[in-house]
C-alpha cells in the first residue's frame, strides 16, 4: 500500500450509485454485506459503497462489482427484526480499487481516492452550463 491507499470494507450494491455529499438511506440483507457494516461500525464507521455489474446477480462475485465508488460514512445504523438492516449514509469521496484483499467474512479492497478532472476549457463550461440547466428542468418536474 503506498501513502494514498488504505484498506476498507466493501459493501456491493444492486441498483443505486451513491456519489460524494449525497445522503443515502439504504436497506442491506446479504449476510456478507451485514458484517461488513458490524465491522465498519466497530472502527470509524467509513466503509466503500460499488455497484454491482448487473443488479440480478444475488451473490456478487469481485468480477461483478465495479471499482469505482464512493467513500461513505454511516450516519445510522438500524437493525430490524427480520435480520436485516436499515443504514443512512453521506457519500464523502470518490474512490477507486486498487486491489481486493483476502477476506472470507466481507468484501473488502485497497483503494485510491479517484482522480477528479478539471477541464476549465470554453467548451467544458458551455457543456457544464447546458446539462446544469436540463437538471434544474428535472428537478423541478420531478
Known sequence: ?????????????????????????????????????????????RILLLTQKSAKVENPEI???????????????????DGTVRVL?????????EHFTDNSDYFEAVYAPAK????????AKTLLQGVLAQFEKYVKLN
Open 63 to 81: 468480477e461483478d462489482i465495479h471499482h469505482l465508488g464512493c467513500v461513505v460514512t454511516i450516519l445510522q445504523l438500524l437493525k430490524l427484526p
Open 89 to 97: 449514509v453521506e457519500g464523502s469521496e470518490r474512490a477507486h480499487v
Open 1 to 45: 500500500m503506498t501513502k494514498d491507499t488504505k484498506k476498507i470494507p466493501v459493501l456491493p450494491l444492486r441498483d443505486i450509485v451513491v456519489f460524494p455529499h449525497m445522503v443515502v438511506p439504504l436497506f442491506v440483507g446479504r449476510e456478507k454485506s451485514v458484517k461488513a457494516l458490524e465491522a465498519v461500525m466497530k472502527s470509524d464507521k
Open 116 to 123: 477528479t478532472l478539471n477541464n476549465t476549457t470554453p467548451a
